[in-house]
């Protein structure tokens, strides 16, 4: 089992930046990758950025590309988001998720463990 927590989360003006992080415990000596998904109000929870956990891979959906950066930070356990130049269409409860399964995957159906969420709120 892994437990993932959120924070960061939060109301910010169009332009403006944010930075989430989601810290893991429990079997985090298994996990493969990591990745941060967003679902907007009536729509699917769709991919934003994923890491595999040695860094040596990671996806960016095209519309954060430039914008976002996906990290982590091994020895602490801790995933991290950096969202620059926010947009409006960013508006999202932004989740964490990680697998164990060592096999490559963006898809949110590929992960088995997910945190609880946090708001991003971006006004224009």
């Known amino acids: 089992q892994v437990q993932l927590v959120e924070s960061g989360g939060g109301l910010v003006q169009a332009g403006g930046s944010l930075n989430l992080s989601c810290a893991a415990s429990?079997?985090?000596?298994?996990?493969?990758?990591m990745g941060w998904f967003r679902q907007a109000p009536g729509k699917g929870r769709e991919s934003v950025a994923v890491i595999a956990w040695s860094g040596r891979r990671t996806y960016y959906t095209d519309s954060v590309k430039g914008r976002f950066t996906i990290s982590r930070d091994n020895a602490k356990n801790t995933l991290y988001l950096q969202m620059n130049s926010l947009k409006p269409e960013d508006t999202a409860v932004y989740y964490c998720?990680?697998?164990?399964?060592?096999?490559?995957?963006?898809?949110?159906?590929?992960?088995?463990?997910w945190g609880q969420g946090t708001q991003v709120t971006v006004s224009s």
């Open positions: 429990g079997r985090t000596s298994n996990v493969y990758a």
């Open positions: 998720a990680a697998d164990i399964t060592p096999t490559w995957g963006t898809s949110p159906s590929f992960y088995h463990y």
